[in-house]
């Protein structure tokens, strides 16, 4: 029997990377694939932010691999080739000044196709980004990098400082963006009911290490096992 192997959008095998001479995450191995949305969960500062800055190639001390649809990715971000992976960090990813129309011209975004994904954009495409509310905003943060077609995006707290409602409708379109445009997703949450609902595969982190990973369907059944590895109980590992 032939056994395939399925190209992952993503895939990261003993990853070590940190800043100046100090390793913050260690040998982190994971992988996603196409259209699958992966939550990387943690406290703070277990190494998730750093997690995402090492996979995009933002780190300069950095060991191990990372392949996306299976071509390995090396040296820093600039030098890479544009659109393989998108990211949207921590706060607004937008230009606040500019209009809808021109942040997602200037992001080389499609408009139609954006619109198609994010039809309450539709309305606010005169409009200056500032202005927007914070879920508006995030919505076209993650426009602007999925309709460069990435094969896998790396969102760092989308639900960041929203509303519980907003938040849920959010992550509503990414799970919809990603069933539609197959893209991989690895979402870094705080919130552990939030990775539940949307999350295939949910990691937990701590202290740089990868402690666990299970069904996003899990989460809320082992949420005790969960606050244990937050808190650093290293027991529940297996
Ligand atoms: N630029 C930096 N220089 C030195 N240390 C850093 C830097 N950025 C982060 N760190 C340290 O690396 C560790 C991991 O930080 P990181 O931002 O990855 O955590 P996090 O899991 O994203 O946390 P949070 O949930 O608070 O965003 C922390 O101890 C932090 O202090
Ligand atoms: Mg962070």
Redesign the pocket.
């Known amino acids: 029997m032939t056994e395939t192997t399925e190209v992952r959008a993503l895939e990261v095998r003993g990853l070590t990377a940190?800043?100046?001479a100090?390793a913050?995450?260690h040998d982190v191995t994971l992988s996603v694939g196409h259209g699958e949305i992966v939550g990387l969960l943690?406290?703070?500062?277990?190494?998730?932010?750093?997690?995402l800055?090492a996979i995009a190639g933002f780190l300069g001390r950095c060991e191990g691999e990372v392949k996306v649809d299976d071509v390995r990715l090396r040296g820093p971000a600039y030098k890479r080739s544009r659109g393989q992976v998108g990211i949207v960090l921590?706060g607004r990813s937008v230009f606040p000044s500019l209009t809808v129309a021109n942040n997602l011209e200037l992001a080389g975004a499609d408009r139609d196709e954006a619109l198609e994904l994010f039809p309450e954009l539709r309305p606010k495409l005169a409009l200056r980004a500032g202005v927007l509310s914070g879920g508006e905003q995030q919505m076209l943060a993650l426009a602007r990098t999925v309709c460069r077609h990435p094969a896998v995006m790396l969102i760092?707290?989308l639900s960041f400082g929203l509303a519980p409602t907003v938040c849920e409708r959010l992550l509503a379109r990414l799970r919809h963006v990603a069933e539609t445009t197959r893209v991989g997703v690895l979402l870094?949450e705080?919130g552990i009911h939030y990775a539940a609902s949307v999350a295939d595969r949910v990691l937990i982190?701590n202290e740089?290490l990868i402690r666990a990973e299970m069904p996003g369907a899990e989460l809320a059944e082992r949420e005790d096992e969960i606050e244990r590895i937050y808190l650093g109980g290293l027991d529940d590992a297996a």
């Open positions: 940190g800043y100046g100090m913050v995450i943690g406290r703070n500062g277990a190494g998730k932010t750093t997690t800055m921590e760092d707290e870094v705080q982190m740089g």
